[in-house]
């Protein structure tokens, strides 16, 4: 799953670190082979002393190795549809390091400087100045507006 890391690139995180799929016709050799092979410690499904374990069905698979896709359809292998979900992306008012007020909760009123924002969550980091010490603190884009309008 592609996401931006540091630097603005492009990194590929694996889903599942550690584990391994395997499509193949389940027969005593290849069992066998999987089974002995190094590094291989356990497997999803099995009830473990040996036993062959309990193939995933086309839903299961598809549900674990796309992001928000749903599967639907008739419960044909070929005959299922993907249809892919939208990712909202919150926008706010100011920008980092803009001097922002946060207008409810304890915080009523407090002054700070936005130093991260999150565009999936909504939710930006701020600092405060809390009884004389720097706070980081949490906050939904809709709870702070921008102090000094220019």
Known sequence: ????????KT???????????????MTDETWFIVRNTPGVTGFIGSSGKGAKPF???IEEVAKMLTDTTEVSGDND??????E?????????????NDVIVVKDGPF???????????????????NLE????????????????????D
């Not at 292998?77 to 993907?82: A, I, L, N, P, V």
């Not at 939208?86 to 920008?95: D, G, N």
């Not at 809390?130 to 309008?149: M, Q, S, V």
């Open 11 to 25: 990194v590929e995180k694996n889903k599942f670190p550690g584990y391994i799929f395997i499509n193949m016709l």
């Open 55 to 57: 193939p995933l069905s």
């Open 84 to 96: 892919r979900k939208e990712k909202i992306l919150y926008e706010a008012s100011f920008k980092i």
């Open 130 to 149: 809390y009884f004389g010490r720097i706070t980081t603190t949490e906050f939904e884009f809709d709870n702070l507006e921008l102090a000094y309008k």
């Open 77 to 82: 292998c070929k005959g299922g549809s993907t």
């Open 108 to 126: 009523a009123g407090v002054e700070g400087q936005v130093i991260q924002m999150d565009y999936e969550k909504g939710i930006a980091r701020v």
């Open 1 to 8: 799953m592609p996401f931006l890391g540091k630097g603005g």
